[in-house]
């Protein structure tokens, strides 16, 4: 027989104080997080937001008419976006599929996650590193954006590989059955079933992968250049491409290195941190929303 | 029986890696019958039920020897088309699993895998296998909504109907009311019998009671072997094989 206990007894001083001491530690733990993350904003902003002007933004810096201008910065982090994305989305997601829906040899799978799993930890100075070595040097493309595409491509690709396959791996086993027993073909069960239910996942960790981008400064430093003038551009077709592919310069984030350490320009490094911290901005929410959005059906 | 044979399986042995799951199975299914899967856990008929539409192939490590025909074809021959085959022979599974879609596109979904397009023929055949699952009364206002906000048993009648859809010849259901009140699982048992003039259905069952009101014929599974397959109502009152009675009698499994 078991004696009925009531449920309603005090807690013992001792507890109580342990409770209390605990309760402390978290709010003292919140308290100080918070406080940090508002200090960090605010700093940011208070030494940014005051030289950042629309002609910051908009135009490319000149020497002779005492111009400053992040434009061409703007737009090579586009350029490198854009063409990080071009190699990592089919390639990735196309990896991901094969290796969670096609793969059948169970141990080569699990030694690839492990590979890409480590890969994905790694510091972004060794692909910055490997990609100078083979991208600019061995492939020739010397320093250039697109050579800086190329090593996010090695440095993003183990990422949208394993959030692509975490979000597969949610999808329930019986929605593929119900799929299949009804006389679908693999991929055609993959394409109606199995990938809208990991959509949300799958645009959510291209967004964050979009994040890592434009956050990176190691690998781009190494491969991309480090100039600040508009790369783009030329007057006759031919030499429209030639730059197109061949352009080298800055990121927001290498110019930012370049404007505090080779410059002593805080203003206008502190400027390019605002920017950035709108971008960031920008995408979490972007991450969020596309994530919820695409959940609903 | 002289009805006409539609699947026949002869000496059916299946291994999942060294499980023998099913041991020197032959059976002959007759067409526009119910014929049913009886046998304790573990017995094997889900594994038998998922040989006939080969749903078995995505069990790595499966070995199956013996033949099964479906009208007179090997369904396990060099030449098939295992995509033609699971759409002549359907299946309902213990638990209901429609798609994240809307009620319509859930029914919609064989069809639409098959090449029928065209939005009059599309809403024809979902109303059509609504009507025919027993469900159309229950979701013609709501067939734009998510197939997930329906009732278990309503799942489950939505799932008959996704099945129905894409008009297979066999339907095969593994304990389909297994989960069901008794309420969906009657008329899921009035559907089954009224589906059989134009379907052949295979069922799996843990519920005698339901075997003897639905089925035409029943099959006893014990540890992987057809113990004893015939008419329903002689195998339940004149059981020839000694564990067959124990198991209707209750006296194990
Ligand atoms: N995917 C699988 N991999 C390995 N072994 C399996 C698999 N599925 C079933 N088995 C084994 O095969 C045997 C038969 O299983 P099966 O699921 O066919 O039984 P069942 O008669 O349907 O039982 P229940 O009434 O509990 O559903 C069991 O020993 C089971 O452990
Ligand atoms: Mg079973």
């Known amino acids: 027989m078991n004696s009925h206990e009531s449920i309603t007894a005090p807690l013992s001083a001792r507890r109580r104080t342990w409770n209390g001491a605990v309760r402390a530690l978290l709010y003292a733990a919140a308290a ?266 | 029986m002289t009805d006409k044979t539609i699947i026949e399986a002869r000496d059916l042995d299946l291994y999942y890696s060294d499980n023998h799951a099913l041991k020197g199975v032959s059976i002959a299914i007759p067409q526009h019958q119910i014929t049913a899967l009886i046998g304790p856990s573990g017995c094997g008929k889900s594994t038998f039920l998922k040989t006939l539409n080969r749903m078995n192939d995505l069990v790595p490590g499966v070995r199956i020897t013996g033949t099964i025909e479906y009208n007179g074809e090997d369904i396990y021959g060099r030449d098939v088309d295992v995509t033609r085959l699971r759409k002549q022979i359907g299946m309902v599974f213990q638990k209901a699993n429609p798609f994240p879609m809307s009620i319509y596109d859930n029914v919609a979904y064989g069809p639409r895998t098959h090449g029928i397009r065209g939005k009059a023929k599309l809403d024809a055949i ?58 969906s699982t009657s008329k899921i048992e009035d559907l089954a019998m009224e589906l059989k003039s134009r379907y052949t259905v295979i069922m799996v069952t843990h519920n005698m009671q339901q075997a003897v009101r639905v089925s035409d014929n029943t099959a006893f599974f014990l540890l992987g072997e057809l113990v004893e397959y015939g008419e329903t109502e002689r195998i339940f009152s004149h059981p020839q094989d000694k564990r067959t009675e124990d198991y209707i009698t209750g006296r194990f499994g």
């Open chain 1, 32 to 297: 100080l997080i918070c406080a940090l993350l508002v200090f960090l904003i605010g700093y940011i902003l208070y030494r940014g937001v005051p030289n950042l002007s629309w002609q910051f933004l908009s135009s490319e810096e000149s020497v002779i008419n005492d111009i400053e201008g992040i434009l061409p910065s703007i737009l090579n982090t586009l350029y490198v976006i854009v063409a990080t994305l071009i190699f990592i989305l089919p390639l990735g997601v196309g990896s991901a599929i094969y290796l969670t829906e096609y793969a059948t040899n169970k141990k080569l799978v699990s030694v690839i996650e492990f590979a890409t799993e480590t890969l994905s930890g790694m510091p972004s100075i060794i692909f910055a590193l490997v990609g100078m070595m083979v991208f600019c040097q061995a492939v020739g493309l010397g320093t250039s954006l697109l050579a800086g595409a190329f090593s996010l491509v090695m440095m993003t690709l183990p990422t949208i590989i394993r959030t692509t396959q975490e979000s597969l791996k949610t999808v329930p086993q019986s929605y593929r059955e119900g799929s299949l027993a009804l006389g679908s073909g693999k991929w055609h069960m993959i394409r109606t079933v199995v990938l809208p239910s990991s959509i949300d996942g799958i645009v959510t960790g291209c967004i964050l992968s979009i994040g890592r981008i434009v956050g990176e400064s190691a690998v781009l430093m190494f491969t991309a250049g480090m100039g600040m003038r508009m790369a783009f551009g030329g007057d006759t077709v031919a030499k429209f491409l030639d730059n197109f592919f061949g352009a080298a310069g800055s990121t927001l984030t290498v110019s930012l290195y370049v404007y505090a350490k080779e410059r002593a320009d805080f203003d206008h490094a502190f400027a390019v941190a605002v920017v950035l911290l709108a971008i960031a901005l920008v995408i979490n929410l972007a991450a969020k929303l596309a994530g919820k959005k695409l959940k609903k059906n």
């Open chain 2, 126 to 183: 979902v109303e059509r296998s609504l009507r025919d699952a027993a469900i159309w009364d229950e979701v013609k206002d709501r067939l734009n909504k998510s197939a997930l906000g329906l009732s278990g048993g309503q799942q489950q009648r939505l799932c008959i109907a996704r099945a129905l859809a894409v008009e297979p010849d066999v339907i095969l259901m593994d304990e389909s009311t297994s989960a069901l009140d008794p309420i």
